[in-house]
């Protein structure tokens, strides 16, 4: 999440770019996104005309690319750098509420799986505390029970703080936990496509540039490799 973020950040620093340098150069008009993404593979399909093999291939990547990112604007109407902003601003909100319910999530299996524990702890000691009761615990069973005894003296009196003490079923907690852990992994799904749509968007950003600033760009990501 927090690698995503940091991506979406630089989107939206390289859109303020966009935007400027759209304003500045009168050439260009409010509809020059994709025709900056089709003159861009266009540029590259000449670069490959030098090639001395591989031209073909090369070709068709760039087509498969270029088709991609302009099926990717038409599907979420965007046709102007402004439109592009509102929807990264749109992922960037997605990106939060994904991020927060994800940190719930993860805190609330913590909060399970810790009462789970100490209700652990205090069913092993009962059977100990039955034994001292009935002046069966000797001193060679004495070490051995020590621990089990701590612990279920520590999750009583926190048990019985949370007002949990008797009111837990075991099968529930686990039906509990493994369904907190489903919907975690439903998360998943979506961050993975949630970065899928940012990967696009990075190279819609990338692709819009003048090719000055597209080097300047990919030497920045080179450097921070």
Same mark, same amino acid.
């Given at each position: 999440i927090l690698l995503l973020k +940091?991506?979406?950040k630089d989107i939206m620093d390289v859109i303020s770019e966009l935007s400027e340098e759209m304003h500045r150069n009168e050439k260009y008009t409010k509809s020059d996104l994709s025709q900056c993404i089709q003159k861009y593979f266009a540029d590259r399909n000449e670069t490959a +005309? #030098? $090639?001395s093999y591989g031209k073909n291939k090369a070709r068709k990547t760039n087509l498969k690319k270029m088709a991609e990112l302009l099926v990717y604007l038409e599907e979420h109407h965007i046709s102007t750098i402004e439109e592009l902003n509102e929807h990264v601003k749109g992922k960037k909100a997605e990106l939060g509420i994904l991020g927060q319910i994800n940190r719930r999530k993860k805190a609330d299996i913590?909060?399970?799986k810790e009462n789970l524990r100490y209700l652990n702890? $205090? +069913?092993e000691g009962i059977p100990v505390i039955g034994e001292i009761e009935k002046r069966k615990f000797n001193k060679a069973k004495e070490r051995i029970k020590a621990e089990t005894l701590r612990r279920y003296h520590i999750a009583k009196r926190i048990l019985t703080e949370r007002g949990l003490l008797g009111k837990m079923d075991k099968n529930v907690l686990q039906q509990e936990i493994c369904k907190l852990e489903n919907e975690t992994k439903e998360n $998943?799904?979506?961050?993975k496509a949630l970065?899928?749509?940012i990967k696009q968007l990075q190279d819609i950003c990338m692709? #819009?540039?003048n090719p000055k600033e597209q080097k300047k760009q990919k030497a920045k990501e080179e450097n921070s490799l």
């Open positions: +940091e991506k979406v +005309e #030098s $090639y913590a909060g399970i702890w $205090y +069913e $998943y799904v979506q961050y970065l899928k749509d692709f #819009s540039r």
